[in-house]
T-cell receptor, first 114, second 110 residues
């Protein structure tokens, strides 16, 4: 059974056109993460939510925003996608985000910017 | 941030061979995790290690948490074609602070 679900799996948008990616989880975990992964690179953390508390990484561009309306769902909004934002976007969850808690990843959404 | 040095970058092996890859760092980690990522998919957790010196197996996979807490290795025995993919090590420094290695790309020739 899918535990971390991402929709859509593939998203195409135009340069500058806002896009929203979604993630849902059935694990009832408190922490949800968004990562960006470019080709042949490791995932890079953009931000995370602990419950409703939002935590941004220092080098995440302002172009990236996130919303978590409830425990199960988290959204990644890209306000004005540029060509450099084309990547795989991964959602992950963790029970409490402790250093001893495992992160579980969704299948990812591959974003293409035309 | 603290770097994880993962090696080798890539491996080309024959089906049936054993594989070994490792990660090292100058930092002490609370947890070491090994993930496998297939093309177009998210990373899938293979093994999680929580204690220094811990040796854990998952089928043909074996991983160890180094005694100094600064390194980990992953071994795959008797490789098969479906082992193809990118293997990432990840270490957790603290709360919500997971660092990834650069990945090892494994190719298995039938």
């Amino acid at each position: 059974d899918a535990m971390v679900i991402q929709n859509p799996r593939y998203q195409v948008t135009q340069f500058g056109k806002p896009v929203t990616l979604s993630c849902s989880q059935t694990l009832n975990h408190n922490v949800m993460y968004w990562y960006q992964q470019k080709s042949s690179q490791a995932p890079k953390l953009l931000f995370h939510y602990y419950d409703k508390d939002f935590n941004n990484e220092a080098d995440t561009p302002d172009n990236f925003q996130s919303r978590r309306p409830n425990t199960s769902f988290c959204f990644l909004d890209i306000r004005s996608p540029g060509l450099g934002d084309a990547a795989m976007y991964l959602c992950a969850t963790s029970r409490e985000g402790r250093g001893t808690d495992t992160q579980y990843f969704g299948p990812g959404t591959r974003l293409t910017v035309l | 941030g603290q770097q994880l040095n993962q090696s080798p970058q890539s491996m080309f092996i024959q089906e049936g061979e054993d594989v070994s890859m490792n990660c090292t760092s100058s930092s002490i980690f609370n947890t070491w995790l090994w993930y496998k990522q297939d093309p177009g998919e998210g990373p899938v957790l293979l093994i999680a290690l929580y204690k220094a010196g811990e040796l854990t197996s998952n089928g043909r996979l074996t991983a160890q948490f180094g005694i100094t807490r600064k390194d980990s290795f992953l071994n795959i025995s008797a490789s098969i074609p479906s082992d193809v993919g990118i293997y990432f090590c990840a270490g957790q420094l603290g709360n919500n602070d997971m660092r990834f290695g650069a990945g090892t790309r494994l190719t298995v020739k039938p």
